[in-house]
């Protein structure tokens, strides 16, 4: 008896010891401290900024890099928030609402300027809470090229825009433009455009203190019933240039007191499959090889112009010709690099927050080459710079 314990006990100890190894040698070896840090500035090379502006909370204008679409940082915006970049890309600016309780209560509202490369608010100015709170989009606001000025729709339902005098940080005055939306800045002067429901355009002229100097009607743009116009608009050689549902350019010329048309063409005449543009932020011109970039869908149908692309169609805008049709992954809102020679393609599917990218071949008529993809939520209006 004494025999058969003293082996089990050495069989114990045995196993004891084998498990008290197991134990120790399982044990990671001690993690090195790491020392956490705050960059001071957002990694360098061009900019891709992406506009979520959420309904829910708190949104963003994340920073991506346009080489690989890394994370570079964001800007915390409000509620439905509009952006704006400046014209050196150094400086941005974003309008959004803070309720108080969210889904209740008082609201405020901001317009915000930002710092590109710190992130960090240098100006903040409140504005009457009525601004329009819609998708993200591109007549949203404006800010003048000289950076004292600041303009802002509102919807209440009634449409104005308020002025605000950056420099001091004050409103400077609410400019009515009943029935028309849009802020489409002149390019010389305090001035600005609206598109209006009866097809015309409101062209508004500011004194030097911000308030109402005169205002101006055209003659009809554009026809709201057969071919009305998307709110996108590139400027081409100082021109205002849309495209309707339909898939025709109206240039316009807002240097006059009222807005004129100086050129219409369709880009989609003879082509087969009823192809027309869809989404929000439909145009992307590439100024140094005059190429405009327009997202497609087959098969429109009235109600079909906030549809995703299937393809991106490379269009020449002096030979008036469409040069390349890319297949493309589903897209609401595109942007594109002013690249010469080696232009990049970024679009976004507003309705799922995937931000794709794309590089553009010159040389084989601007053929799109999808490359990677990035998921962000609520993920929708894009600028490049």
């Not at 889904?103 to 509202?109: E, L, N």
């Not at 305090?190 to 205002?215: A, H, I, P, R, Y």
Request: net charge negative; aromatic share 10%; glycine share 10%.
């Amino acid at each position: 008896m004494t025999k058969h314990w003293f082996g089990a006990s050495l069989v114990a100890l045995s196993l004891s010891a084998s498990w008290a190894n197991a134990q120790e040698a399982a044990i990671p070896a001690p993690i090195e401290p790491e020392e956490l840090i705050t960059e001071t500035e957002i990694a360098p090379g061009p900019n891709v900024f992406v506009v979520s502006p959420s309904w829910i909370g708190a949104g963003a204008i994340s920073i991506l890099s346009a080489e690989d679409l890394s994370y570079k940082g964001n800007f915390a915006t409000g509620m439905t928030s509009q952006f704006f970049l400046g014209p050196d890309a150094a400086v941005g600016y974003t309008a959004s609402a803070f309720p108080e309780r969210i889904t209740y209560g008082p609201v405020k509202a901001y317009l915000q300027q930002f710092d590109v490369k710190t992130l960090e608010t240098t100006q903040e100015v409140e504005i009457p809470p009525q601004f329009a709170q819609t998708m993200a989009q591109q007549p949203g606001m404006a800010i003048s090229a000289d950076g004292k000025w600041g303009l802002v729709h509102n919807a209440t339902p009634a449409t104005s825009v308020t002025v605000v005098n950056m420099k001091t940080g004050e409103v400077a005055s609410e400019i009515p433009n009943p029935g028309c939306w849009g802020i489409y800045l002149a390019e010389k002067g305090l001035k600005f455009s609206s598109l209006c429901g009866d097809g015309s355009m409101l062209t508004v002229e500011l004194n030097s203190k911000g308030k109402l100097k005169s205002q101006a009607y055209s003659d009809p743009i554009f026809n709201v019933d057969t071919d009305p116009l998307f709110v996108h608009s590139q400027r081409i050689d100082g021109d205002l240039v849309f495209s309707t549902f339909g898939g025709t350019f109206v240039t316009v010329s807002d240097k006059g007191k009222k807005a004129t048309v100086v050129d219409r063409w369709s880009y989609t005449d003879g082509i087969e499959g009823n192809w027309a543009p869809g989404g929000y932020e439909v145009l992307a011109y590439n100024k140094p090889n005059g190429i405009m970039f327009v997202p497609m869908h087959p098969d429109a149908t009235d109600g079909s112009h906030k549809d995703g692309a299937a393809e991106v169609w490379a269009i020449d805008m002096k030979e008036k010709k469409v040069l390349y049709r890319s297949h493309v992954e589903y897209m609401t809102h595109i942007a594109v690099t002013d690249d010469a020679e080696a232009p990049l393609l970024f679009g976004v599917d507003g309705h799922g927050g995937s931000i794709y990218r794309y590089e553009i071949d010159p040389t084989a008529k601007f053929a799109a080459k999808y490359t990677n993809t990035l998921q962000i939520q609520d993920a929708g209006y894009l600028v490049v710079k």
